[in-house]
Every structure is written in structure tokens, then in C-alpha cells.
């Protein structure tokens, strides 16, 4: 761990070379290096506090220069630091045996080093204070600054400052939800603060930054920018100035891939990865979605694994888990998604004379069309992506490559925390007050969120009777109600052929949902439809569940125009039941079709309900949502 | 008559042990049971037809017990007495009119139908007919006060008529069961070749190019579509697999292997698929009094989805479906819950299917019923071998082929189970 960290923290200086061009550093590295350049090394290897502060402090150095306080400081420091060589050499013997990493990281270290020694000298005597028993003055600077670089740029991964700094926790990462919660408040404040105070920001900051605890990190970001003096400011309105473009674009969701347009697939097969070949006996009705072999592309897959070396090996992982159906349901898929991207991220580092943002954005593309050709992205994975291509895009150009990584990676926790976990916590709280005592509800399939809102209302000592409904070729139903079974919920099970019969019992009809269209739709697992017909028929009400990131833009009417294949193999087999073998040597006929549909949608006559995040709507409120929640959130 | 009696205890053995699959199989094994009680049936020489409707009740209420949710034996019993005392009525009004009125019209007699023209045998000619159908507005119409006697006539009629003429008793006693025999033999064949009179009405009903779903398999529809196809229309068909018994699979082979276009859906994905397609066409169980149907599971939902497409919901059903009787509650009355272990597997669910709270109930229940029910209002059109009729036009088609005293029969037996 520690030797890959310090490697990456080494790493980060290359990105600086591109992002930082303050004409200042040159000179400075003219005369910095000598000086600098053996204390700097040690520290980064070392795993111990002293050190742990180092790649911070790198990462730290270009916010940091402007402010006069600082540069007194640096003399501080610099003087500290003076004391501390001999533990620094130290932990650089250790570097020594650092992986190969290291190696092209010296390489292309020496340029990026004079860059960093010019700047690092604030921050990193800082460290060095630490490390000595100094003055509590500086001491207590340091304590300051660490949390502050975390959230604004950090140097390499967002867990080494993130925890080193505050406890020297060895557990990188497992740092509580809190501790993240409050970093990212911390941040969300400092944007806004740096927004509105503009040129003012940087003297304010300056001050903040020898004060509280929480501030620097406002310090760090509004200094950043001041710093990076009018260049950055100038991108940085360009961003500000292109999304709005963007968004204006977007309002019109671009057409989705249409498989029956010849040329179009040509083009696609060209670029895929996966060679996949074409199903036998496509459905004519569903010419326009992509129909294939199932069961083929997993063994070419795993012949290909060291060909494909821009794919990186966490997302690789997860595409193969897409194709084996291990990660199924939407909130898992994109949760998976996104950890693999963020490990992606990490190992991130921008190839010589291309810049993060348009590289790593085309990186993100290459790794989503993979997981595409796995299998089609669900919507939410959809907005998800949306989400953090558009972080990327609005990475201010004047972050440094460590900085930019990490914010990144911060906010696809944010995005998995605040969008995903605590949003499902937020509909659990909202459904559990609709479920009475005596009352019976009915679920289909298996959503987690359902199972969640069970699970508590159950926990809460609610008596209730829960009738599972299932259908083929998945049976995702046993599965929910082996789990609900197992936490004493009683419970009925049945499939979905039989629900007019059970319905006339059922008090509540609770579902998950794959996304919620704007024009009421809600777009679920194949079946959930007719579920809501039938409830509809019998008065019962419909509740559907479903996240608010999940929501999205499109229309539908019908679940033709768009859905997803599943493997037509599926449906010539009945699982558990052998006798059933009659298609067996007919899935070559050309008069058999096979139509195995993965989703479908649910009119949104049928919902009485949706029960989301920001609380419990009527469908034709969905398009409300979509518009506030892409204003205020997802694309902020 | 013991082999009869070995023969109808087999049957009853086979009815309980749910053995017979099919409602028309079920009709026409309950009809040849019959036709050989009714020929081994002594014939006494006053009231024979009561005799007759005596002994095919005792039989058909052991029948209609051993399996009540099987609703085609109650058809077929209560056909066969209505076959009895048609019979028996149509003797009785032929020797009425010889004796009578030898002058008179003898061989529109014998046709005995609506067109009677009742002037001199009227008041007997309209009483015999009304106490075989319900009122109609032509019998209304011709004899208001004889109407008010019909049950008396009806609950007796063939023993005050045959006591009124016992001098061709012998040659009448033969002639009625030859002739209820004859009209049995009838039903049976008309049973089994309903297939072909409803298939004959395909290709009225399906056009060029047409897509058309259905759900689980019965032959009927196999039939059926194999008739338009044979016709040469070339037309699509989404079949639905109809868990948890899966037949749709079995029709898609057979509609495969004739060369129709055929493609396999999840029930799920019904209401997918339903907004692209032209007609819905699917067999029943059973045939309600009031239009209703008595579907194999899964049909109400595939009649709701249809009726908001507004696609038309078509059943195809043989006469023998039929049943005079009104539902009530049918989803669970008109049930039966077949075994979990078509939806579980046992092995894997054990644990949970016993008395695992320790209050006394399982925690888990498995419903797996076997019929739907799906009511008159969502069904288009039936296509009988008759021809195709409205849900509201059944009553007065059952009434074609019951008599109104039959349908006792049942209430009777269950109440004494």
C-alpha cells in the first residue's frame, strides 16, 4: 500500500507540470532543487506521521503559495526542516525499495520536482514542524492544513491525507461516513464560499487558513484559484460558461444506438471490444435492440484480458460481473460501477501532452462502452455517468492532476453516498409510515429498496403479511423471500400469473423501479407492469419506490421502443422443472422466436405513488423532480 | 348392473385423482359413462323417463362431487337429461298428435321447433316446449296462462303423459332409450368435433399479417390458428408460457413444427407485447352463465392488459363448456390450488414451509392456483361451434341446451357433501 501511495504521490507532481504555469516556478526551481530536493524525497516513501504529511503538503504546495503568511511560514519551516534531514534520509533508504512504479515516476520526476520544490516549501516545512517538536504554533498548523488538502486537491488518493493526517489511522478509507460527511460539507461550503466572494476570497482565506479546523479547506480552494491568478479564473469562467451550454443541449436526451440502422452497427462492431455475435432467430419486433448470443462474449472476454490493456482491471472485473449476472439490480450495478471507476481514477495518470479532463473523460467513455457491451447500462448507471463525465468537465484547469483525482473520487463517494445509500434510507423512513398493522402487501421481484422498507417496518414490530410475487426466467422473488423468510416476516408467495388471485387480499402494492420516465412512466423489471395493472383493477394502491437519480428526462409509452434483451436461452428452459423440454431441439427453427425482456413500463394510470427522496409524489410530479434535481445537484 | 357401476367407480377414481386433463376429454368420457348407464338402465313401464333422469342424476351427482371444479361433467350430465326429457317430449307430442290429430300436420311435428303452428295441440305443444326452455317472448306471447303451470308439468311431465297412453308402452319404451342413446351419441360426436367447428370460423376472424397472443396451450386454439394457416394467412403469434405449468411451450412446439411464425414470451412480458398486437385468442375451462370464464391462471391479467390496449379478448369454447350456473366468487370457489412444488423447490424451502415461527402458523405460504376468472366485461367475443357470440348472449344459449330443472342438480350434491 504504502510504497503504490507514495508512488502515486510522486506522480501527482507530473500533472502539475501541466496544470501549474505560473510563470513563477522556474525560477524558483532554478533555485529551490538543491535544497529541496533530498528532504522531499524521504518523506513521501515514509509511512510514518512525519511523512504521512508530505504527499498532502505536495499536493497542498500550489494552493499555497500566494499568501504572505505562508511564504513567512516557509522560512519557518524551511528552518525546521533543516533539523529533520537525518530522519528524512532515513525513510528515503526505504523508498529505494519501492516497486517499479517508482521508476518512471523519478523519470518523469525531475521536471516535475523543480515545479514542486518551488511551491511545496509552505506546506511541506509544515510537515517537517510536526514531525519536530516545534512550536505549538506550527504544530497546530499543520493539524489545520491536512484535512483542508484532503478535500480540496490532495495530492495522491484521497485516503492517504484524508486519514493519515488527523489520527495517522492506518485504515485508509474506513474513516467514518461522518468524518467524509463533514469533509464534503466542508468543500460544498468552500465552493460556495470561493463562488460569491471572488477576489476577496483570497485574503479572507489566507486568514482562515491559521484558524479553524474546518475552514482551511475554504482557505485552500479560494487560494487555489486566487493563485493560479487570472488564467485559472479565466477557465474557470469558461467552464462556468460552457455547462450552461451543455445543459441547454442536453434537454433533449440524444438518441439512444438504434440496432437496426446497418451502418451504425457496422461502425460500433468495428470499435467493440467484445465480438459478439448476432443472436439466431432475432425478434423482429426488437430489430432495433441489440440481440446476441448470450454466454459468447465471456470466454472471449477472458482470453482478451491482457489484450485490452487501456481497460482498466477493476472495471474489467465488473463487466464480467454485468455478463455472469452477478451484480444485478440497479443500485448495485451502479454502486459497482462507480468503485471500479474510482479505482480506475486512482490509477489514473494523464499520458505526456493531453490534458486530464479531455483524457480521462475519453478514458471513462472507453471503459462505459465496455461495460455496455457487457451489458446495456441500466438508466441509473446512465445519469450516473452523466454525473461524473460532468465533474470531469468541470475540473477547474488549475487543479493538479492529484488534486483533480481526488476530487473526483470524493465526489463519486458523495454521488454514492448521498445519491444511493442515503436516499434509500430516506424512502424507507417515507414508505415505513405507510404500512398499517394487519395490513398485507404485495411486492414483485426483488428491489433492495423494497426488501429495506420490509426489513425496518418489520424492525419497527409492525404485523404485517408480505406476498412476494415472482415470475420467470430470473426468480429474483425466491431470493427476496428466502431473505424476508429468514427475518421472520410471514409471508406468500406466488407467480405472476396468479396475482388477480391474491390480489383482492392485498391492502398495498410496493415496487422497486429500474427509473422513473418524466412523463410518469415507470420503467421496472418486466412484469411489474401487469402487477400495477391488476392492483389497479382492484383498487389496490401502487407505492413504486425509486431513488431520485434514477429518474430520468426520456419518455416512454411503451416498452418496445426501448428495453433490454435477455438471454432467449432462458425461456426454452424451465429451471427446476426438467419435464419441461419440449422446445428442446427446436431453438434453430426459424419460426421460433425466443423473447426473453428485461424490462418494462408501467403506465403511470397505475401508480397511486412514488415514493422517492424528496418524498412521496404523484407521477405526474416526476417531471418536476427530474428538472430540479439536474439543476441542483447532479450537474451543480 | 355391475359392470356399469365398476365403470362409473373407475371414473370417479380417475376425476379425484385428477387424472383426466382437459375439459373435453373430461366431457366426452362423462357422456359415453353415461350412455351406458342409460343403456343398462332397466326401463320400467310407467314413467320412463323419469327412470331414465333418475338413475343418470344418481350417477352424475357422484361424478359432479368427485371433481366439482371441473365443471364440463355437470355440463354433460345435465345435457344428457335435457337430452332425456327432450326426447321423452318429443314422443310424447308425436303420440299426442297421432292420437289426436292424425289429420293434422304429422311431419311438422316431428320437427317440433319454434315454428310449430299451434292451433290444435297448442295448449299441450306450448306447454311441453315451455317446460323445456326458459320463457321466451314467443311462448310468452302464444299462451300467457299456460306458463304459470309449467313446473308442475315439467317436474312430472313424462309420467302424467305416459300414464295418459299406455297402448304403444312397449314400442315407446324401446324407442325412448334408442332414441335418448341416439341423442347422446350426438352430443359425444358433437364434442369431439368441436374442434373443427370452431376452427372452421378462423380464417372470419383472422386476417393477413395479424398478430395474435395467447397464453398456455389448448388445443382448441392449436387448432385453430393451425386452420387460418392452413388457409394460407400468414399471421404471428406470441405465445405466453403460462407458469407454473408451462404448456405454452408445448403449443409453441406444435405451432412451430406447422410452420407458423411463433415467438415465446415470459407471462410477465405480456403486457409488454400487448400493445402490438392485433387479437388475443385463448381457450377456457369453463363458460359462466353470465359471460364469465373460467380461465387457465393467468388469463385475467391477460384480458385486463388487453382490454386497456383495447385489443379484442377472445375465447374459443366448445358447447360443452358451457355451464349454466352463475359464478360466485369464483377465484376461489371455482378453484384449485395445485401443488407448491411447481413454484418452490422443496429442498430449498423446507425449512420455511413448516412451522418455523413457533406461534403455530408457517411463515410461508405458496399459492398456486390453477384457474382465473375473468369476467364478462373484458371479454370480446366467444367463438362456440355455434358460431361467435356476445358475453351477454350466453344465458340464452345455455338455455339452448339445459333444462331449467337441472340445474338443481349440483346445489344438491354439494350441500350433501
Known sequence: MDPRRTARTVSGPKVRQVGFFTPAPPERSISDPPRFQDPIQPPSPSPTQVNDHSPSGNSLSPVMIPPAHHHSDNFLRTALQVTSPTKAFSYSAKTVTIPPENEDVASSFSPGRKVFSAKSPSSFPGVKASSVPASELTTVSVVNLPPGISEKAGGASVEVQNDRPVSAKTLKEKTSKAERRALQEAQRAAKAAAKAEGTKASSAASKVVTSANTKPSKAAKSSSQKNDGSQVAASEKKGGDRAPEKDRKKDAPHPRMQYDDKSRVEKAKKRAVVKQTEARNRVELFRHLPQYEHGTQLPDLETKFFELDPMHPAVYKVGLQYLSGDIRGGNARCIAMFQAFKEAIKDYSTPPEKTLIRDLAARISSYVSFLIECRPLSISMGNAIKFLKNRIAKLPLALSESEAKSTLMLDIDRFINEKIILSEKVIVKHAVTKIQDGDVLLTYGASSVVEMILLHAHELGKHFHVVVVDSRPKLEGQLLLRRLVRKGLSCTHTHVNAVSCIMQDVTRVFLGASSVLSNGTVYSRVGTACVAMVAHAFRVPVLVCCEAYKFHERVQLDSICFNELGNPDAISKVQGREEINYLDGLVNQENLQLLNLIYDATPSDYVSMIITDYGMIPPTSVPVIVREYRRDHLWS | ?417
Open chain 2, 1 to 417: 348392473m355391475p359392470d356399469t357401476q365398476a365403470l362409473v367407480n373407475d371414473f370417479l377414481n380417475k376425476l379425484k385423482k385428477r387424472k383426466i386433463e382437459g375439459s373435453q376429454a373430461t366431457a366426452k368420457q362423462t357422456a359415453e359413462l353415461l350412455r351406458s348407464v342409460i343403456s343398462q338402465t332397466r326401463m320400467p313401464y310407467t314413467n320412463q323417463a323419469a327412470a331414465l333422469i333418475h338413475s343418470v342424476k344418481a350417477v352424475g351427482e357422484r361424478l359432479i362431487a368427485a371433481n366439482p371444479v371441473e365443471l364440463a361433467v355437470g355440463n354433460v350430465v345435465r345435457r344428457v337429461l335435457h337430452i332425456v326429457r327432450e326426447e321423452d317430449l318429443s314422443l310424447t307430442t308425436a303420440a299426442m298428435a297421432g292420437l289426436n290429430l292424425s289429420a293434422e300436420s304429422d311431419d311438422e311435428d316431428d320437427t317440433d321447433r319454434d315454428n310449430h303452428p299451434a292451433l290444435s295441440a297448442a295448449a299441450i305443444a306450448a306447454a311441453s316446449r315451455s317446460t323445456l326452455r326458459p320463457p321466451s317472448l314467443q311462448t310468452l306471447l302464444e299462451d300467457v296462462p299456460d306458463s304459470a303451470a309449467v313446473p308442475h308439468t315439467s317436474s312430472s311431465g313424462g309420467d302424467s303423459e305416459g300414464k295418459s297412453k299406455s297402448a304403444d308402452k312397449s314400442s315407446r319404451s324401446r324407442k325412448l332409450k334408442h332414441d335418448v342413446i341416439e341423442a347422446v351419441n350426438e352430443l359425444i360426436q358433437d364434442i369431439s368435433t368441436c374442434h373443427e367447428l370452431i376452427a372452421e370460423q378462423a380464417v372470419e376472424h383472422i386476417h393477413q399479417n395479424e398478430v395474435i397472443l395467447t397464453l398456455g396451450s389448448s388445443r382448441t386454439v392449436l387448432e385453430f390458428l393451425c386452420a387460418a394457416k392452413e388457409k394460407k394467412r400468414s399471421f404471428r403469434v406470441f405465445v405466453a408460457e403460462g407458469a407454473p405449468r408451462y404448456q405454452g411451450h408445448l403449443l409453441a412446439k406444435e405451432l412451430v413444427t406447422r410452420g407458423l411464425q411463433t415467438t415465446l414470451i415470459t407471462d410477465s412480458a405480456v403486457f409488454a407485447m400487448i400493445s402490438r398486437v392485433n387479437m388475443v385468442i385463448v381457450g377456457a375451462h369453463a363458460v359462466m352463465a353470465n359471460g364469465g370464464v373460467i380461465a387457465p391462471v393467468g388469463l385475467n391479467m391477460v384480458a385486463l392488459a388487453a382490454q386497456k390496449h383495447a385489443v379484442p379478448f377472445v375465447v374459443l369454447a366448445g358447447s360443452h363448456k358451457l355451464c349454466p350456473l352463475y359464478p360466485h366468487h369464483p377465484e376461489v370457489l371455482l378453484n384449485e390450488l395445485r401443488s407448491p412444488s411447481e413454484l418452490l423447490d422443496f429442498g430449498e424451502f423446507s425449512d420455511c414451509l413448516d412451522f418455523g415461527s413457533g406461534i403455530g402458523a408457517p411463515l410461508l405460504h405458496v399459492v398456486n392456483p390453477t384457474f382465473d376468472y375473468v369476467p364478462p366485461k373484458l371479454v370480446s367475443l366467444f367463438i362456440t361451434d355455434t358460431g361467435g357470440h356476445n358475453p351477454s348472449y350466453m344465458y340464452r344459449l345455455i338455455a339452448d341446451y339445459y333444462s331449467a330443472d337441472d340445474l338443481v342438480l349440483e346445489r344438491r350434491t354439494t350441500s350433501g357433501n
